[in-house]
């Protein structure tokens, strides 16, 4: 029997904002964070995992994922089912919720290096973990407090056992194909017009068929932008748009109403990821450009109401902002019991290796789909990870590393550590 | 010219769990805490404010809080009016949330300290400052991104007009009668049937009109609870029942059904508080039955949308969970274009001291109205603060003292400090 023994948490920042990589309309200068966990064991592989931020803050991230280590220490680590509930039910911890901001999304890091470990110790990669359990044990990974108005616990069996026939068959198209990404390499708002027109043109070469620019700062430099890009890309090419929650319902939509012209595919983030009634509003007067939210949504409850409210046509779930691996489970199930494509949100620091993970999961042994779904890829900081994403030919090559995907190299650990580690001395 | 010139930060806890106070469905053994923060000037008073939690990651909120000293330090402390649209705006910090949990509630404390601050430098209680303040100034203290589809600067100007012509006359009002007060105090989960009987027919004796029992645990023990309250207070007392978040939908229906022969006055928290559709599907089914939520609503866009949803009808806003008094004012508009009653939540520690303030101001200048409104009292605590409420005859009575009433004792701070305070190293 292993335990865990240990339990380091490291306050790691990219200076990202040198560059204008990542900038948007709500966010113009982000040094991509992560506060980053490792679960250390008595015997085998040790589990990792973390929380992303994009600077300030990311301390008492840090402070948040500390706290859990109460929970952590000596277990057994073949025993980790139950850590999600326990966590999320934790009646002082829920306070600080509840199930949202730093302390929700804390539990979201030591539940992913929890899977990281599990995945690790069964020798393999976590989407095939996942979609070789059983419907019984996997519908059990999920917290059905506040779901049964839109999904039963039988629905969700239900939906299980109707993709289990052909489990065998998508896991060999996976493996052979891989998952359509698309991506916002070009498109961040702090890019200038050539640099645009380059990233786009290249983007089709390298074989994607969407891209997705930032708008929502100033609507004279998107109509620029959105024009460059069309041009740039052809009338083929997906091209989806991203406000970043820059505005008010009818901004979004006078907005929005303005882009048409260059056939945006789907407006993302139009406004405050707390509004179901603001984005089902934006839906209605914006049809036919599909609504697209996610990466900011706290969590399945709200998930739950988006999609009640037919406030969005595309669920884009974070693997590091909601609880875990558990709850991106109760939100793939919700999205296949409405037939809404996930099309998860990635960048950032290591969000594109772990969403492929759930992503794959879902198209063996969820909705069984790949129509209309897309994972978001973003050519930053893969180079840190032990076992990147390959992307080629504008798709997601099937992880066969054991694990979640989810390890730095241990040089980057002490390189990026703020604010000790050299790359932060050699800033001041 | 004064300024900050030192920010300290003090992680408070109060072993409250030791004799089941403030037990109910949700939080079985809530230790009452405060993440409490001062700003110390170069000249005059010091700001006081905090945020509440019920223990275990405490640390973590006062981690929050010292995360924005960078902030604090150096500021002219006469021009404090921009610091809540700074600290929501910014953009990295706003990746926490953006305006949810620990990082929410940390600008909230300082927030609150900063308006503390204001009001002793005024030598004005912070309901009377507020109370005074010019129409246009109100609503330049609010953000209003978010709100427009439901509440635009024009329509809130409308209404603080409006209630010009009687402010004077409701202040006098206010200081010779003071503002409705209702009691949780016999209504814990984990008191005995006699001590709840005892305690709610001296509820009455002391001069209240509504009491409130926590429900939601055990049917049968709601039923027997709820048979013993309303016995003892008669007829005509209003019992309201608090679920605290304890269920789905459907079985908040099917369990208010069961309690209606009690006559309960509203249910509070039947379920998540993210759920505005399912608040708005249980008034529905549990009319005339009121509903009742807002203690962990997280900011202004969720309370916007439970108004335009029909999904309330009594708010109960709460001191230290939202942005301070700033969003506070917001939710306050917001409640009073819909024409919902504000009832705020309060106990735990301060949150009485903190939520008369904001009711008496809401009465005085804003809504103008008292109908339907009652502002929760709960008898713990309240000795370790220098200026604690007055309630008698079943009514706070208006605070005259400078400042927002958040200040504690300095011998508490240093008494209930976790972990080396002396009342936790006794306990160990």
């Given at each position: 029997m292993a335990r865990i023994v240990a339990v380091d948490v490291v306050d790691l920042r990219f200076p990202t904002s040198r560059h204008l990589d990542g900038s948007d309309a709500m966010n113009p200068d982000p040094d991509y964070s992560a506060a980053y966990v490792v679960l250390h064991t008595d015997d085998g592989p040790d589990g990792h995992g973390f929380a992303f931020t994009i600077g300030r803050g990311n301390d008492v991230q840090a402070a948040g994922i500390r706290a859990l280590t109460p929970y952590l220490m000596g277990r057994d680590v073949d025993d980790l089912d139950g850590l999600y509930h326990e966590l999320v039910g934790d009646s002082q911890l829920r306070w600080l919720g509840p199930e949202k901001g730093v302390m929700h999304m804390a539990i979201g890091a030591v539940v992913n290096a929890a899977w990281d470990l599990a995945a690790r110790r069964a020798g393999r990669p976590l989407?095939?973990?996942?979609?070789?359990?059983?419907?019984?044990?996997?519908?059990?990974?999920?917290?059905?407090?506040?779901?049964?108005?839109?999904?039963?616990?039988?629905?969700?069996?239900?939906?299980?056992?109707?993709?289990?026939p052909g489990r065998a068959e998508r896991e060999a198209l996976l493996r052979a194909d891989g998952y359509p990404a698309y991506t916002t390499s070009p498109g961040w708002l702090g890019y200038g017009?050539?640099?645009?027109?380059?990233?786009?043109?290249?983007?089709?070469?390298?074989?994607?068929?969407?891209?997705?620019?930032?708008?929502?700062?100033?609507?004279?430099?998107?109509?620029?932008?959105?024009?460059?890009?069309?041009?740039?890309?052809?009338?083929?090419?997906?091209?989806?748009?991203?406000?970043?929650?820059?505005?008010?319902?009818?901004?979004?939509?006078?907005?929005?109403?303005?882009?048409?012209?260059?056939?945006?595919?789907?407006?993302?983030?139009?406004?405050?990821?707390?509004?179901?009634?603001?984005?089902?509003?934006?839906?209605?007067?914006?049809?036919?450009?599909?609504?697209?939210?996610?990466?900011?949504?706290?969590?399945?409850v709200v998930f739950k109401q988006l999609l009640q409210a037919g406030a969005i046509d595309v669920l884009q779930l974070d693997a590091a902002r909601v609880g875990g691996v558990n709850e991106n489970i109760a939100i793939l199930l919700l999205a296949a019991k409405f037939g809404v494509p996930v099309c998860p949100h990635a960048g950032g620091v290591g969000l594109c290796e772990l969403v492929q993970h759930l992503a794959m999961f879902d198209f063996v042994a969820v909705s069984g789909d790949l129509a209309g779904r897309v994972i978001e890829y973003v050519d930053h900081l893969h180079e840190h990870f032990v076992d990147p994403v390959v992307v080629r030919g504008g798709r997601y090559r099937a992880p066969t590393a054991p694990g979640f995907s989810a390890q730095l190299h241990p040089q980057i650990l002490r390189r990026f550590r703020y604010p000790d580690g050299p790359e932060w001395r050699l800033e001041r």
């Open positions: 989407w095939k973990l996942l979609a070789d359990l059983a419907p019984e044990r996997i519908v059990d990974l999920v917290d059905w407090r506040y779901l049964s108005d839109a999904l039963t616990r039988g629905e969700a069996l239900a939906i299980l056992r109707r993709a289990q017009d050539e640099k645009v027109r380059r990233l786009a043109k290249q983007a089709v070469a390298d074989g994607f068929t969407q891209i997705k620019l930032k708008v929502g700062a100033d609507l004279d430099d998107d109509v620029r932008r959105m024009r460059i890009a069309r041009e740039a890309v052809g009338p083929d090419v997906r091209m989806a748009i991203d406000a970043n929650q820059r505005w008010d319902v009818d901004e979004a939509v006078r907005w929005v109403e303005r882009l048409r012209e260059f056939d945006p595919y789907w407006v993302e983030e139009p406004t405050s990821p707390d509004d179901v009634l603001g984005h089902a509003a934006i839906r209605r007067a914006c049809a036919p450009v599909r609504v697209a939210t996610g990466e900011h949504v706290a969590n399945r």
